[in-house]
């Protein structure tokens, strides 16, 4: 008697997981994906990004010579607008992507600032470290955009 009780609950226990496996809804859910009108979104903010980052050669013969007037103002002209194209961009990723986005962007802002915050104090040696953070800033940037977007922006 008391093997055929384990023996039923052993079936029961069986049916149970094969009808909760059966039952899921994973079989007619499709993987999260971005909508076309955010992807063309995303591209459009991504090249602003990347012409911004195209001027890395620029700014970096501007903190070679310490040209505190010309580096400061290419950090807030050209590249003034790339906070705010990161927060487009972070927006319309896959919600999964969006915390790393998220802190990456923080860090190249957070590199932007201390980079200006060199040249308003005229300090060589801070303004050399901020712009390595910088230019390392916009590259690992530039790794959260999404591989359609890279694609089509020659990025791989």
């Known amino acids: ?27 007619g859910r499709k993987a999260p994906s971005i909508s076309p009108a955010d992807m063309a979104l995303i591209e459009r903010q991504a090249e602003g990004f990347l012409a911004a980052r195209n001027r890395l050669p620029e700014l970096a013969s501007l903190v070679n010579e310490r040209n505190w007037v010309f580096t400061a103002n ?7 607008e ?11 990723l896959l919600p999964a992507d969006r915390p790393e986005a998220e802190k ?25 470290k901020a ?15 999404p591989a359609q977007v890279q694609e089509n922006l020659k990025q791989v």
């Open 1 to 27: 008697m008391q093997q055929l009780r384990r023996l039923v609950m052993v079936g029961l226990v069986a049916v149970l997981c094969l009808g909760l496996a059966a039952c899921d809804g994973s079989q």
């Open 74 to 80: 290419l950090i807030h002209g050209p590249m003034q």
């Open 82 to 92: 790339v906070g705010r194209e990161m927060s487009y961009i972070n927006q319309r």
């Open 104 to 128: 990456r962007a923080t860090a190249l802002k957070t590199a932007l600032a201390q980079l200006d915050e060199a040249c308003r104090l005229q300090d060589g040696d801070k303004l050399r």
């Open 131 to 145: 712009y390595i953070k910088v230019a390392s800033g916009f590259g690992l940037y530039a790794q959260v955009f």
